[in-house]
């Protein structure tokens, strides 16, 4: 069975409308995917979005795209799509830029960002996804660690990526900007290029992303997608998404982040659907809610922080008939705002889960709805032989018993996960051992079979959509000549799940004070991305270790868990919120 028949399959089962034949359909399809053996090449641009998508469906939007601030509109067939990543790619060529070579993407929600990221695919680069709102300390750790040979960037950012590269000492074949900055390639240079472009000879096992992801005791992990885990291992994401041909999908996540890979890129174009991207300053969320009524998005994927702003709008306002799927993921939602969003448009929110590492693993998927249960998560995606494990690595059966989220390789070896952290077998090795691959969540499941997340293993933050590593905060903190010791842990907050909250240790020449808090948080601000900086900070005499010293970070996070908002704070703890100096920062 070619991989061209295996995405018209998955195509069918997701127009079929009867939920319980859809489930069935689903069950066998992944059944068969699991088990067959894989073609030792695979293309995807060339041979889905063109040989497929293209040929059958190429006067059909393909993507469409719009500036809230402005009202400009964009849209482009598959086949105007495909002619503008080909042109991106033969002008990389033109540069010495080849397959296997590594193209760091530092760019907003623009086309141009899919077409360079269909154009790695095609021509066997490997992306680097990169946020924007990297610092020049966090881009030159990037660099240094996995060389750039082409940077596509946005023209307020080539400063910092120029200083980057000059610390890094790198120089990279070629740099592309959004607009104009000397010593650096217009994107519309590109223009002039044919719009085709030959399709490099790409085997399933090469990879072709590289994202970096926080770890608790070290700095970003690199992991690496290859050709087959993240084109084939979507379908598990367009399935519980329930995506059909022609559907208009949003998310709303920025490139930069796994998820936008999920969501804006694969899972639409997977499945012959059209992708949205909408543009913005500033988070304005009813031109943004306007903006999903006017296109008549169909499905729609947001953090659990944006559908709690959208169900505070007057919902009536807006026309969302089309809206056809709801979908978060990062933490639970609160049974009202489904509830209200649900009145709204008729869809309840699905929840699902996965990781950078992987695909779509556990999830909600449309024959679920009105049989969900809030607060849970749903069960294991047909892909993946998702089980809960004790901390021996043993089979957890019985129900509400936490375990950690485990996949079972023993049976079959799912495609959407990760092949390795790159440059790094020892952290590789640890992740995948026993013939199991280990995510670093813990969850529960009930006596009906619904998983219910309990939390991180260790001691990553999740804070809104993102994940950060406390050792990158504890850096940051410790280069400032007042600080002796960090320890960074999340506390729990309401909207955001959790805040990044610092327990600091002075030096002998420093006492505790608004100044000296106020000075730290601005320090935080020059070395590290917004969604990392500290919210609270707290100046302690001690922190918790073990007998080797190593810093009981559990400690701290059950010492947080426990608090209530009877707690009064401690003297020498400081928020951010409370520093009207900063609010011309970042936040």
């Not at 959004?178 to 472009?197: F, T």
């Not at 901390?391 to 959407?416: C, F, V, Y």
């Amino acid at each position: 069975m070619s991989l061209v028949s295996i995405y018209k399959d998955a195509m069918a089962l997701n127009m079929i409308k009867d939920m319980g034949k859809r489930e069935a359909a689903a069950k066998d399809f992944f059944g068969k995917l699991n088990k067959m053996t894989l073609p030792e090449k695979f293309n995807w641009a060339a041979e889905i979005f063109e040989g497929l998508h293209v040929k059958e469906r190429g006067d059909q939007p393909a993507l469409i795209w719009t500036d809230l601030d402005t009202d400009a509109e964009r849209q482009f067939t598959y086949k105007e799509f495909a002619a503008n990543g080909n042109k991106f790619l033969n002008f990389v060529r033109k540069n010495n830029v080849q397959k296997g070579n590594n193209m760091y993407l530092l760019t907003p929600i623009v086309p141009e960002t899919w077409f360079a990221s269909f154009a790695g695919l095609k021509g066997g680069l490997v992306a680097v996804p990169t946020a924007m709102t990297m610092t020049e300390r966090e881009i030159q750790f990037r660099f240094q660690a996995y060389k750039p040979d082409v940077i596509v960037a946005a023209e307020g950012l080539t400063k910092l990526v120029d200083d980057a590269l000059a610390k890094a000492d790198c120089s990279p074949k070629t740099k592309i900007v959004l607009g104009k900055k000397d010593g650096w390639v217009s994107y519309s240079a590109i223009d002039a290029e044919s719009g085709q472009a030959e399709p490099a000879d790409v085997k399933k096992d090469d990879v072709l992303f590289c994202f970096f992801t926080s770890g608790t005791t070290g700095l970003p992990k690199r992991v690496g997608h290859s050709a087959i885990s993240y084109p084939v291992g979507h379908l598990s994401t367009a399935v519980v998404i329930g995506l059909e041909p022609g559907d208009i999908h949003h998310n709303l996540s920025a490139p930069g982040w796994a998820k936008w890979a999920w969501s804006s890129f694969f899972s639409p174009f997977n499945m012959g659907a059209t992708a949205t991207g909408f543009a913005f300053g500033a988070l304005n969320m009813q031109k943004y809610l306007a903006a999903v009524a006017k296109y008549k998005v169909n499905s729609f994927c947001a953090p659990p922080t944006a559908w709690r702003a959208f169900v505070g709008l007057d919902l009536s306002k807006y026309d969302l008939k089309a809206m056809k799927y709801s979908l978060s993921a990062g933490e639970p939602l609160n049974p009202e705002v489904i509830e209200q969003w649900k009145k709204a448009t008729g869809t309840e929110i699905r929840d699902f889960y996965g990781q950078t590492e992987s695909t779509c693993m556990i999830g909600n998927p449309p024959w679920m709805e009105g049989k969900m249960r809030f607060g849970s998560f749903g069960y294991p995606a047909y892909m993946y032989d998702a089980i809960l494990t004790d901390e021996e690595g043993k089979e957890i059966t019985q129900p509400d018993e936490p375990g950690h989220i485990t996949i079972r390789l023993s049976n079959w070896r799912a495609m959407g996960l990760f092949q390795e952290y790159i440059g790094d077998p020892e952290k590789t090795k640890n992740a995948f051992q026993n013939n199991m691959y280990f995510t670093g969540d813990k969850a529960s499941f009930d006596k009906d079979g619904y998983w219910w997340f309990v939390g991180r293993a260790d001691d990553v933050i999740k804070s809104s959509d993102y994940r950060v590593g406390p050792f990158e905060v504890e850096s940051a903190l410790i280069e400032h000549p007042a600080v002796m010791e960090a320890a960074v842990v999340g506390t729990p907050d309401p909207e955001r799940y959790q805040l990044v909250k610092a327990y600091v240790i002075l030096t002998k020449d420093y006492k505790p004070s608004r100044e000296l808090a106020l000075e730290l948080f601005q320090h935080t601000i020059k070395a590290l991305a917004k969604f990392k900086i500290p919210r609270i900070i707290e100046f302690v005499t001690e922190l918790p270790k073990t007998i080797s010293g190593k810093i009981r970070r559990v400690q701290l996070r059950e010492s947080e868990e426990k608090k209530t908002k009877d707690v009064a704070a401690s003297p020498n703890e400081y928020f951010y919120h409370q520093f009207p100096e900063l609010s011309s920062k970042k936040k």
